[in-house]
């Protein structure tokens, strides 16, 4: 199974996606994940990526394309992986395409003026990469696996705001997109999030018959 979980920022992509990859099996590979990893360690593509991160601007193409190009390779996604995060625009879908057939892309549909208080809200496991919201949860260290829960650096006001600018121009017309291809299924980020994986499953699990 290929997927794609398109969304906006704060949409429920990683939340959902750490529940499908307990209950499919699948990799969850975020380019978000990813940039972060490689800031934490310093390493040139880290230090590349701060910049527009730190912006709430889409790193460039041909460095998220070679990432994920490279990931797509590993073994572990040969039976099948979820990209969240990924493609963000139409350029690097276009990318994808040439890589593999992606089964279904699941869009994570949500009211926009909804997600700044999300966003905002949002801590995450410096070490595991699972969400919290402060509204349900006031820990500061993470229930699965110990590790530091932080609020990320681009979850300010001023960069939630651009964020959801791009993801506006830039991502949201990957929805007609997939549409034109006949792969995109839409379930209602609205909802709390158990009743949005269970459409979520609704979905993969029609895919697999
Ligand atoms: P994304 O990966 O799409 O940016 P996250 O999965 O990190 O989004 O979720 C953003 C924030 O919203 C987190 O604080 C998360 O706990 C919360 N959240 C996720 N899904 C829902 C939902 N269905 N209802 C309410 N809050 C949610
Ligand atoms: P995310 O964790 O998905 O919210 O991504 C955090 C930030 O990483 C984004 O605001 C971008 O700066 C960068 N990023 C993540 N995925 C991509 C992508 N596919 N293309 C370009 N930039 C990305």
Redesign the pocket.
């Known amino acids: 199974m290929k997927i794609v979980l398109l969304g906006a ?1 704060g949409a429920g992509k990683g939340t959902q996606a750490t529940k499908i990859a307990e209950q499919y099996g699948i990799v969850h590979i ?4 990813i ?2 990893k490689n800031l934490k360690e310093g390493t040139p593509v880290g230090l590349k ?1 701060k910049a ?2 730190d912006k ?4 460039p ?1 041909e460095v ?1 394309c070679e990432i994920v190009a490279e990931r797509l390779k590993e073994k572990d996604c040969e039976k099948g992986f979820m990209l ?6 139409i350029n ?1 879908a276009e990318m994808l395409e040439k890589l593999c057939k992606i089964d279904a892309v699941v869009n994570i549909d949500v009211d926009l003026d909804k997600l700044m208080a999300r966003l905002t809200g949002r801590r995450v496991c410096a070490s595991c990469g699972e969400s919290y919201h402060v509204s349900t949860f006031e820990g500061k260290k993470c229930p699965k696996c110990g590790g530091d829960v932080i609020q990320r650096a ?1 979850d300010t006001e001023e960069t939630v705001g651009k ?1 959801l600018r ?1 993801y506006t121009e830039q991502t949201a017309p990957l929805i007609d997109f997939y549409k034109k291809r006949g792969v995109l299924y839409n379930v209602d980020g609205m909802k709390a999030i158990d009743e949005v994986f269970d459409e979520v499953k609704g979905v993969l699990d029609g895919l697999k018959k």
């Open positions: 920022p975020s380019t978000g994940d940039f972060r990526a527009y991160i709430g601007q889409l790193v193409d998220t969240d995060g990924f493609p963000r625009n690097q681009d964020r791009v």
